[in-house]
């Protein structure tokens, strides 16, 4: 595999030590001795007998950040308090801030943002509740709700260990499409309990964004919100991958001249994101694809499938019935795309697909196979990884996405909406510039947040599923 | 009463008219005719028949508004479309953001702040969930919950109505403390459910402030989720009501030269307020309060109490037992605390109270008595509103408090906080300034956030109520 372990990377060590002279140059000796980069001191505290200092040090990796730990724990009056990274300290105390828009220094500010003036908009929104959209953070504000069962790659941490993530699709929100997103992290698993909770925190969003469920208690929780609240509700780990996939699936077919009713199409892993994909493609028309999951591929019968879910949606799949093993049904696929775990597929594993095969191997960190062996059979290859070309992120989608529905007050979300958004993406890339390397704008292409947003609000638009908002005309009534 | 209407406002009105020579002229004359001053004029929309401008116009109030708007509609060709003012435009998409503390300008600091990176943060905090106080927004965050049963003055006016003032209290913390808020506005007024909701989404909050749920409902809420969550749950109405109002009396028995144990206290309005701040008085060992409510004054064995909390609080006040309605109750009393509704008293209701009578009457926007009409016959006379002396509000306490509890991670919180804070509240008005119309600091007043958050803090460290971390001494293995 090409992937080395991470980059070097600067550590800070806390460290407590008794105040002699002579004391911190033997401790920065032991770090150079052991191949650490002294980038810096500072004082944190200190007393007559002791002192505690930060230091900084570059160092190659984990393994060798602990090494140098060890070596410094053993120096005779030294005690490491504390160590930290980039990556740590770049979380620390939360990567995110609730700030208000405007300043309160004044008693003017006061009275006209808090009492007696609040009271006025407080009055309006009673008499005409969806003015909340016109004059409170409901107009652009998500709800990004995790139960914790199914975090990136690590599956059921809780949701404690859930919150970094969370936090990090708010700041995405917020850096790339200007909405507000707010961690909701609950603590209980439990589908009537999740439905409950999430209809009755959601008057303040004006959307919910469903995160890191595990499937398939997913697709309930996502079924029953959907009927159950007026605002949009969409589980990203479903439907924004499956956008982004169709998005690069456009283009690569592009590049190949094939055509969706021609293709036969693979897929692993009939997950969340699994199957959404495959109904977003059986959508489009594309009739032979083929699902598999733990047991194989998934039978046009049933046969193989692990829940109800994978039932229902494989009825619509898989025309010739295969039941037999992933490697076998790659046999004369014209796509495959990994939406499982790390490192099941060797290159050669590909060799009995189509000519001009499309590989979208999108398991992270680790890809179902190795890009790099993966280019030696099949013409496009794609990864979750922005270290290697034709990175396919579902970052992509869900900016984009829910500022769309946000900024015309859409009451739901219908697939249509989905399709618009992923030729939006595609169509960014111009025929001139579409190569085997470049199926996929960049994550930091800054085209790519409007694009989708007016795709999404249009398909609103022309659907009807906007909230005309009732304007309060006379304001001199509060 | 001395509160005349509002003061001059600017309204900003909407039109469309015929885009016709003489057109815009003909309309502001009729606004200068009718009293208003154009104050601007901005073109919003064009065509060849219509055009549709934005006129901003100084008015004298809501009354002389609305004439203006009926003026302006009555001009044949014209039509206005939407009418707001500096209130409502200070509200407009709600006054509260959501940013991240970091930018997000490149793959790396993607990798760092989302995946890869972010999954080392997730591994540490689901081997040692507490590291979420050091490592997510739950060391500097609180859930701002209410369920819109009790806001302002206005009553039940449900979740959306309440988002406003859930947002003010929001900016309010991070302006006056740094700390962040998020409104958390429910959908049900059930007990149990508003339990189990503050619960399951408590993960990512560092405390919770209940706030405007209505008496006596408020009492077994705050009651249950301090026994079941371990973090600091504080009902604002409450506690920041009854710590605030105590330093303002600490100060005001200074000036008057009285004591604890010679006063009589009457407080009207035995809800949420009125309960609390009994309580805490009752702590400090005043023993002569008399209880007042809608049917008069509550005996001490509960007669005229309109629910089991009243009698229970009564029980320990009213030493002779008096029965009589609030006006009787005054006789000989040093000290009135209204937290009722407005105009209740004349000035002349206070004339039987005791030599250098202290008047804090809190109801708002009108307090019980007119403050000018209450000093004919009181030493002290303090109100919640900002334009007279001696502003008594709580939003001097609960920016402090809960800064204080988050900065050592407190469990839960104590009385003894509350009445280190209005301790700390009070002692900083030295002697030397202190006087009948200064017995309370500015809320502008920058001393207050750290003399509470120090108060609070030092008292949460001396009772063992502080959560030690359990630190990450190697972040070298995530």
Redesign the interface.
Known sequence: MFFTSSPAYT?FIRLKFSNLPGMLGNITSVITKMGGEVRGINLVETSKTWVVRDIHVNVRD??H??EI?REISSINGVS?????????L??????????????????ED?????????????????KI?DI?F????????VAIVTDGSA????GN????????????????L???AGV?????????QDID?IV??V??????FGAINLEDISAPRCFEVERRLQEELDIPVMHDDQHATAIIVLAALLNSLKIVGKSFSDIKIVINGAGAAGIATTKLLLKLGIKNIILCDKKGAIGRDGENALNDYQVDVAQYTNPDNYKGDLKGALKGADVFIGLSVGNILKGEDLRFMEKDAIVFALA??IPEVDPLDAERYARIVATGR?DFPNQINN?LVYPGFFKGVLNVRAKKIVDDMKIAAAYAIANLIDDSELYEEYIIPS??DQRVVNAVSDAVATIAIREGLIRSLE????????
């Open positions: 550590i984990g393994a950040a602990k730990i490491v308090e504390f160590v930290s990274d980039r990556t740590f770049a979380h620390l105390h939360g990567k995110l801030e609730v700030v208000s828009k405007r300043k309160i220094s004044t008693t006061l009275a006209r943002l808090y009492t007696p003036g609040v009271g006025r908009v407080v009055k309006a929104i009673e509740p909340a016109t004059y409170t953070i409901k107009s652009n504000t975090v990136l790659g690590f941490v809780g949701p404690y260990a859930a919150i970094p993530v969370m936090e990090g699709k708010a700041a995405i917020k850096e790339f507000n997103g707010f961690p909701i992290c609950l603590a209980t309990q409950s909770i209809k009755a925190i959601s008057p303040v992270n960190p922005s970052a994550i930091f304007q309060l005309k006379d304001i001199s009534e509060f």
